[in-house]
């Protein structure tokens, strides 16, 4: 049997996978592949240990990879024959570290780090014991502790040899490796990397990065948003790597400046270079957006409401999406925000207002609550903005809140300030006015068209009163235009008429 294993191996011959090339150079970060096949284990190891104590001194959230990815006892790991849960596990613990990596990417320690999960050479001697791969017509065979006391005897039998060495993340974490490097696309750095893993298949999706490997030349960023706004995968990688690290980096605000900023220039970019947005990208893109425009990270939540503004410039969002977005963003407990929430509410009903008709009754409450906003709106108005688009749907839900709730006091004081320091264009008055009238159910609130659902409220004189003076108010503030709004105006005066 053992002759017969012999001849299978003397037939095969598959010298790109050979134990001798492997041995002749090695994938390595910081040293010349040739160089780096030199290196033994040991030296590598002392390598990126001194990278990952410096970075714990950045930041103390990498203690916990000091029992697991640079433990002595990583050493010995082979990742081949470690079971499916195992690996798992690995995984999640790489791409935790490589999340933690990010703002340090471009550093000397972090660059020692990985050399350490990259190029992983076995403790190789003139009799070692390995794991071995044979390829032959039946597949692919594992065969362990193998003895091997002469690399050129192995390689003269045409056995396919390799050597799992450990961790060997641009293989077996090449996103996650990617998901580090995007945000560094036009330097250096980039490209070493990229010049470590494996393109070269047709069906990859990094293939279209392999033309930037052998030239050695950084990802321009017009290349990148061409890219993103063709490529729906890329575009969700790019939207789920943010997501993972605002997660990883949680209570760190600071650490997210660099990943976010990709985010945002990246995703902004590639609706600028698409004719026309699909929902398929819309879905890919809602997903960070609507977590991004409530985040107390103030990185994440700018970088959402830059995106929200260019998406809501290139496609027309259906109206439930817009109230999802409203929603959210009137969630938003940033107050150096205010203003920027304020701009964004009027540029969705700016660009969006075939189908954006309605304010969300959530996000009307959530306004309520703010004592500024009637301010800033004002403010916004008076230098040259267009509110009226927003003010009309705003002030009508909050009208008609204001006549089905018990406890409206807050929506009172909205209506009258919105009134009184939003001063509005000429042609838009005759709007409000008309809407205010509109919106006044007098019947409803003197019981003769009872509405069990809507409407109700046990206060129905003090709620008309209390209308009666709102009216006054616009009266006051805007006379002609009232004047002209008289036939609207009958139901107020007299109600049986």
């Excluded at 729906?232 to 605000?253: I, N």
């Excluded at 003769?448 to 709102?470: A, C, G, H, L, R």
Aim: overall charge neutral; some cysteine.
């Amino acid at each position: 049997m053992g002759t017969s294993l012999a001849d299978q191996l003397r037939k095969l011959s598959v010298p790109q996978t050979s134990a001798f090339s492997q041995e002749k150079k090695r994938a390595s970060l910081l040293f010349d592949p040739k160089e780096a096949a030199g290196i033994d284990r040991g030296t590598i190891y002392e390598i990126g240990l001194k990278g990952f104590e410096e970075l714990k001194k950045f930041n103390s959230k990498f203690d916990k990879f000091a029992t697991t990815l640079f433990d002595l006892s990583s050493q010995s790991l082979e990742r081949s024959v470690e079971s499916e849960k195992a690996n798992k596990k690995l995984n999640k613990h790489i791409r935790s570290f490589i999340l933690l990596l990010s703002p340090y990417f471009l550093l000397k320690p972090a660059h020692q780090a990985l050399e350490w999960l990259i190029n992983r050479r076995s403790n190789t001697s003139s009799v070692a014991r390995v794991t071995v791969a044979i390829r032959c017509e039946y597949g692919v065979s594992l065969i362990t502790d193998i003895s091997i006391t002469d690399t050129f005897e192995i390689e003269s039998l045409g056995v396919v040899v390799i050597i799992w060495y450990r961790f060997h993340i641009h293989l077996y974490n090449r996103d996650d490796l990617l998901l580090l490097i995007f945000p560094y696309h036009d330097t250096r750095m980039f490209v070493r990397v990229l010049q470590l893993l494996d393109v070269k298949s047709k069906s990859s999706p990094w293939h279209w990065l392999r033309p930037l490997q052998k030239p050695g030349v950084p990802l321009s960023k017009t290349a990148l948003l061409n890219h993103c706004a063709v490529d729906p995968s890329f575009l969700k990688f790019v939207c789920d790597g943010a997501l993972a690290a605002v997660k990883e980096h949680s209570g760190d605000a600071h650490c997210l400046t660099t990943a976010l900023g990709f985010f945002c220039t990246t995703i902004v970019g590639a609706l600028e270079h698409t004719s026309a947005t699909t929902e398929l990208q819309l879905v890919h893109i809602l997903k960070p957006l609507l977590k991004g425009l409530p985040s107390p990270v103030l990185d994440f939540a700018a970088a959402s409401f830059m995106i929200t503004a260019q998406l809501a410039d290139k496609a027309q969002l259906s109206e439930n999406v817009l109230h999802q977005i409203i929603v959210n963003l009137t969630k938003n407990p940033q107050a150096s925000l205010d203003l920027e929430k304020v701009l964004l509410l009027v540029l969705l009903y700016q660009s969006q207002s075939s189908t954006l008709t309605s304010f969300p009754h959530k996000a009307l409450l959530r306004l309520a609550s703010v004592p500024k906003f009637p301010t800033t709106l004002g403010e916004l108005s008076a230098s040259g903005g267009h509110v009226t688009p927003l003010l009309v749907p705003l002030l009508a839900e909050t009208l008609r809140s204001i006549q089905s709730q018990i406890d409206d006091t807050g929506l009172r004081k909205l209506a009258i300030n919105l009134v009184s320091q939003v001063g509005l264009e000429e042609d838009s008055v005759e709007e409000i006015i008309r809407m205010a009238v509109e919106n006044f159910d007098i019947n409803g609130l003197l019981g003769e068209q009872p509405d069990p659902v809507e409407q109700v409220s046990n206060n129905s004189k003090e709620i008309i009163e209390w209308y009666t003076m709102f009216m006054r108010s616009l009266e006051r503030k805007y006379p002609t235009q009232y004047d002209k709004s008289q036939k609207f105006l009958i139901k107020i005066a007299d109600p049986k008429e």
